[in-house]
């Protein structure tokens, strides 16, 4: 009875402990932060635009597009004392762990250090590292003005359509805190961001991808770029194929389109002669999903076809290879991979690495599995 006694006297105590919310502050003295902007002025000081959820009165049964939200405008030296600095304004404290994205315009992010500007949103234990990070060509504050089409607010808006290009169409990278913070971690500091571009009046559009080099942006990948990086570092996830149909005068303009549903790839590299040698091995399925010329009446067809589009995929992982060679921008953690495997060979190399990928020699080979044709004919659907 003695033993029963005193673990329930243990377990009260110990609740006394337990009980209660892990933040003193209550919500009304919380404003919850959607998105930020970050912009640099003239003087080189920092703008920062953070946008905020607005609070639904309580006779408000719902929230319109587009006034679910408010932005405030503040300067600094620095991020922290310009967020710093929007507390008295408001009269209340920013809440940062539901901040949707971080928008920083190319202005910025080619003249300032990117691992240094966002360094408090690292150490500061409010943010989530999945918080979302783009790059925008002009001024960051002004995507946080426009009216959001489907969302809420134009941050969530903004998340959301980058979230889907990256998932969907392979035309940009799925970009947040936690995966910048790894690349400019690596062995070469090399990093790949999403873009985002204005489109029409008071819209917007995901666009690509901005490139960093020593933590500064020196250039973009464009959609079809894009691709190409998300195949080599086996991370294209669904995509269209443009086909070609032929060289006749009929056809020369005509392109077909294959859907691709599943891929799959492996970059490997070994050194020949003391020559850096790049090959990747795909796996793709798909199905052809436009038919303009092509029909699969016979088996030497579907391998025709099957063959080019083959060609058309490698020739689009060479040519974003290639490119990126040229400016001497290794974003496939290769030099990582050498480092793990031979470290005393990458420290002699380390210095001069940047020549070594730029000459590498690169090859690769795709297969394509097509799975079906969308009908039983496998022909365009209005050919005679």
């Known amino acids: 009875m003695n033993i029963f006694l005193r673990m329930n006297t243990v377990l009260v105590i110990v609740s006394i402990f337990l009980t209660g919310c892990w933040s003193h502050y209550e919500l009304t003295d919380l404003v919850?932060?959607?998105?930020?902007?970050?912009?640099?002025?003239?003087?080189?000081?920092?703008?920062?635009?953070?946008?905020?959820y607005k609070p639904k009165g309580e006779k408000s049964s719902s929230q319109s597009i587009g006034n679910a939200s408010f932005n405030v405008i503040s300067t600094g030296d620095s991020v922290l004392p310009a967020i710093r600095n929007i507390t008295g304004e408001l009269g209340r404290r920013s809440q940062w762990s539901h901040m949707r994205v971080i928008l920083i315009s190319e202005e910025t992010a080619r003249r300032a250090n990117i691992g240094e500007l966002l360094d408090i949103f690292y150490r500061d234990p409010e943010p989530r590292l999945t918080a979302s990070i783009m790059i925008t060509k002009g001024n960051a504050q002004s995507y946080l003005e426009k009216i959001p089409t489907i969302e809420q607010t134009s941050s969530q808006q903004i998340m959301r359509s980058k979230e889907a290009l990256y998932k969907y169409a392979a035309r940009t990278v799925d970009s947040n805190l936690f995966n910048l913070g790894k690349q400019l971690r690596d062995k070469t500091g090399n990093a790949v961001i999403s873009y985002v571009i204005p489109s029409q009046e008071k819209g917007f559009k995901v666009s690509g991808s901005a490139l960093f080099k020593k933590e500064r942006m020196v250039d973009k990948l464009t959609g079809d770029e894009n691709d190409g990086y998300l195949m080599l570092t086996n991370r294209y996830n669904y995509g269209l194929i443009e086909v070609p149909c032929g060289n006749s005068s009929e056809n020369k303009q005509k392109t077909e389109t294959l859907e691709v549903t599943d891929f799959s790839s492996n970059l490997d590299y070994q050194f020949v002669n003391d020559k850096l040698v790049v090959s990747v091995k795909a796996m793709a399925k798909g199905s052809a999903r436009e038919l303009k010329c092509t029909n699969f009446k016979s088996v030497d067809a579907e391998t025709a076809f099957v063959k080019k589009t083959e060609e058309i995929i490698v020739d689009q992982m060479k040519q974003t290879f290639?490119?990126?060679?040229?400016?001497?921008?290794?974003?496939?953690?290769?030099?990582?991979?050498?480092?793990?495997?031979?470290?005393?060979l990458w420290n002699k190399i380390e210095s001069e690495w940047e020549d070594y990928f730029s000459h590498a020699s690169f090859d690769a080979r795709v297969t394509l599995n097509l799975e079906n044709t969308g009908t039983s004919a496998g022909k365009p659907v209005f050919s005679k």
């Open 32 to 52: 919850f932060v959607m998105g930020l902007a970050i912009d640099t002025k003239q003087d080189g000081t920092v703008q920062i635009t953070t946008q905020y």
């Open 322 to 344: 290639e490119n990126l060679q040229e400016k001497k921008l290794d974003i496939f953690l290769i030099a990582n991979r050498v480092y793990q495997n031979n470290e005393s």
